[in-house]
T-cell receptor
């Protein structure tokens, strides 16, 4: 069974703080993804990575960065959190050609 | 650009069939997906269909794909209260590479007695 875990289910941070969201997968997948989910907007891709130390911008990368130092771990970084980054963040992983993406349980981030 | 649209809400009676519809714009999509999200949980892949197929059936789930109209539907037979969730339609656009997914906004399915 594929397992994707995220470091926190709920997180509350203050405006201007640096925030790290961690994601770990145990299936040796090459591809990893970070999405944010907002009501009425569905999921939007922030960044993805297709190999260690490789990353590509998704549709809404502004205000975010990522790090992939090890194959199983993909981190999303909010350099200076803002209230408009309050959202549900979902991590996913897949094999190089998919087609299936496996999702973690999500981290609900609130920035006050 | 690429876009996926679906209605936001559907209410059905327990035991009836549910049909959730989705339209997409990218005619070169390779795969189309249905994901389910239960309250407080991540997304669970329900089923997917390759773009050269018209239909796929898996137990109570039937997926229909009309490529000409760029229309995808998910039919759930004998809908149960446990089917209450948000259902997301998604596509893999050919131009995306690395199996990038484009999601719709999600349809909230409410099942009532």
């Amino acid at each position: 069974d594929v397992k994707v875990t995220q470091s926190s289910r709920y997180l509350v941070k203050r405006t201007g703080e640096k925030v790290f969201l961690e994601c770990v997968q145990d299936m040796d997948h090459e591809n990893m993804f970070w999405y944010r989910q907002d009501p009425g907007l569905g999921l939007r891709l922030i960044y993805f990575s297709y190999d260690v130390k490789m990353k590509e911008k998704g549709d809404i990368p502004e205000g975010y960065s990522v790090s992939r130092e090890k194959k199983e771990r993909f981190s999303l970084i909010l350099e200076s959190a803002s209230t408009n980054q309050t959202s549900m963040y979902l991590c996913a992983s897949s094999l190089p050609n998919g087609p299936e993406q496996y999702f973690g349980p999500g981290t609900r981030l609130t920035v006050t | 650009g690429e876009d996926v649209e679906q209605s936001l809400f559907l209410s059905v009676r327990e035991g009836d069939s549910s049909v959730i519809n989705c339209t997409y714009t990218d005619s070169s999509s390779t795969y189309l997906y249905w994901y389910k999200q239960e309250p407080g949980a991540g997304l669970q892949l329900l089923t997917y269909i390759f773009s050269n197929m018209d239909m796929k059936q898996d137990q109570r789930l039937t997926v229909l794909l009309n490529k000409k109209d760029k229309h995808l539907s998910l039919r759930i037979a004998d809908t149960q209260t446990g089917d209450s969730a948000i259902y997301f339609c998604a596509e893999t656009p050919f131009s995306g590479g690395y199996n990038k997914l484009i999601f719709g906004a999600g349809t909230r399915l409410a099942v009532h007695p």
